[in-house]
């Protein structure tokens, strides 16, 4: 089989691998039909990650099954599924407890698309194997297009808990969206369609501010805080000044979200965050706890997650066209 390998800086190219096999009766072999690149990808395509090259890429995708280990009952060859980027037992304290990024089973920060916590392959792969099928896969519902879901293994489900829970909590609340990329549209999409009274989206392009205010967002270029503006913020920037601006956002007792990966150091407003009693909370997403959650919102109609996917293109295309600054591109095979 191919897998997809980053060589160097915004250079990606296909290399043979042994086909994956299962390994035991709990695994699964499944060929993605509808990949697409994570907002993080960008950033290590462009050079700022902190590994180095050569790596498998990719961790977000809607599968087929191809193959199934003997105990596997909750999908069969054929079926289609979102594949978490983290890999997870579901039987561990950490996995019951649904910190599933967290599994205790497999060595720290286990995931596709970069070696970290072993070598677990991308999903830019013409095959993937999932240790444990029953624990990971989740099916996709009949009436959800994988090409639209083909962030659910990340990005969406993390755009979920990023602000859903929030806004269950705090009905009506006023959210601002400091962001780069498709998860702070994904942001939008979903506050505006659980009740916010009002959503500021921040981001220097305007085509994503565009796609921001067709959710009922207002939108800036850039900002200056706004003291006690927000009940919520989201930041996802990957950029710690940008998260300070955030922070001196919030109303007192105010939540922030950060779901940039911050590979560059920075300082943040301490002293103004415990004046107003900030809760700050910088994480991996243990997104396999909520997919379901996620997909249910996306069934429901009030959001549209098919709006943020930029460009569909041909699978054999990723080479050429994953270096290049799509917003959220979602690569498609015909023959899986």
């Not at 690149?37 to 087929?64: K, M, N, Q, Y």
């Not at 300070?244 to 950060?258: F, T």
């Amino acid at each position: 089989m191919r897998e997809l390998v980053y060589v160097a800086r915004n250079t990606v190219v296909w290399r043979e691998a042994p086909d994956p096999r299962i390994e035991s009766d709990r695994q699964a072999i499944v060929a993605p039909v509808a990949a697409t690149s994570c907002d993080v990808d960008t950033a290590i395509l462009a050079g700022h990650g902190f590994i180095d090259p050569p790596f498998a890429l990719g961790h977000e995708c809607v599968a087929r099954v191809v193959e199934t280990g003997d105990s596997v009952t909750t999908v069969a060859p054929g079926d289609l599924v979102v594949v978490p980027w983290s890999i997870s037992c579901g039987a561990c304290d950490n996995c019951r407890a649904g910190l599933t990024a967290h599994c205790a089973s497999v060595p720290h920060m286990a995931m596709y698309g970069a070696p970290i916590g072993g070598s677990w392959g991308g999903l830019f792969s013409d095959l993937v194997r999932v240790p444990w099928a029953d624990a990971m896969l989740v099916p996709l519902p009949a009436d959800l297009d994988p090409v639209a879901m083909a962030s659910a293994s990340d990005n969406w489900s993390l755009s979920w808990r990023l602000i859903a829970p929030h806004l269950k909590n705090r009905p009506g609340a006023r959210v601002l969206v400091v962001a780069r990329g498709s998860i702070g549209l994904y942001v939008c999409d979903i506050a505006r369609a659980l009740g916010a009274c009002d959503v500021l989206y921040v981001d220097p392009d305007p085509e994503h501010r565009k796609l921001a205010e067709s959710y009922g967002a207002r939108t800036a270029e850039t900002f200056e805080p706004v003291r006690h503006g927000f009940d919520i913020a989201v930041e996802a920037t990957g950029r710690v000044d940008q998260l300070a601006l955030a922070v001196k956002s919030l109303a007192p007792e105010g939540i922030c979200e950060s779901a940039g990966n911050h590979f560059r150091p920075g300082e943040l407003p301490l002293l103004d965050m415990y004046l107003t009693g900030v809760t700050l909370r910088i994480a991996r997403d243990n997104v396999r706890a909520h997919i379901p959650d996620a997909l249910d919102l996306a069934r429901s109609g009030k959001v549209d997650p098919a709006r943020i996917v930029s460009h569909v293109l041909d699978w054999e295309q990723l080479p050429d066209a994953l270096p290049e600054k799509h917003l959220k591109p979602v690569f498609v095979r015909a023959d899986a």
